[in-house]
Nanobody
Framework: QLQASGGGLVQAGGSLRLSCAAS????????AGWFRQASGKERDVVAA????????YYADSVKGRFTISRDNAKNTVYLQMNSLKPEDTAVYYC???????????????????WGQGTQVTVSS
C-alpha cells in the first residue's frame, strides 16, 4: 500500500517535496515512479527510480527542476520539485512495481501499486 503526501498550493518558482510511504518490509525490491494527471489529460510519467536508486528517469518537462530519490530504510520515495510552473499543476501519483530488478519503468501499465494521489497547484 502506498500513501502519497506533500502536495499543496504554491506560487510559480516555488518548491514542494512529495513523499510516498510504502507498507511492507521489502521495499528495496520495488521500482518506483511518480506520475501526474492534469485535468482532462492522460496520466504521464514524471520521474522513475530503480529498486535501489541506481538509475533514474525524468520527463523532459521536469529535467533540471525535479529530483526523485528513495530511502529504502524508511520505505519512502520522494519527489523534490523546484522552480515550479503553472503547467506542473496536476494530481501527482506514486507507483511501485514488485520484483523489478535494477531497472526503471515509465509506463502506467508497468506498475501494479498506486497511491491515492496528491494535488499540486502552482499559481502564476
Amino acid at each position: 500500500q502506498l500513501q502519497a503526501s506533500g502536495g499543496g498550493l504554491v506560487q510559480a518558482g516555488g518548491s514542494l517535496r512529495l513523499s510516498c510511504a510504502a507498507s511492507g518490509r521489502t521495499f528495496s525490491r520495488y521500482a518506483a515512479g511518480w506520475f501526474r494527471q492534469a485535468s482532462g489529460k492522460e496520466r504521464d510519467v514524471v520521474a522513475a527510480i530503480s529498486d535501489r536508486g541506481g538509475s533514474t528517469y525524468y520527463a523532459d518537462s521536469v529535467k533540471g527542476r525535479f529530483t526523485i530519490s528513495r530511502d529504502n530504510a524508511k520505505n519512502t520515495v520522494y519527489l523534490q520539485m523546484n522552480s515550479l510552473k503553472p503547467e506542473d499543476t496536476a494530481v501527482y501519483y506514486c507507483a511501485a512495481r514488485d520484483y523489478s530488478g535494477p531497472y526503471i519503468y515509465t509506463g502506467v501499465r508497468e506498475y501494479g501499486y498506486w497511491g491515492q494521489g496528491t494535488q499540486v497547484t502552482v499559481s502564476s
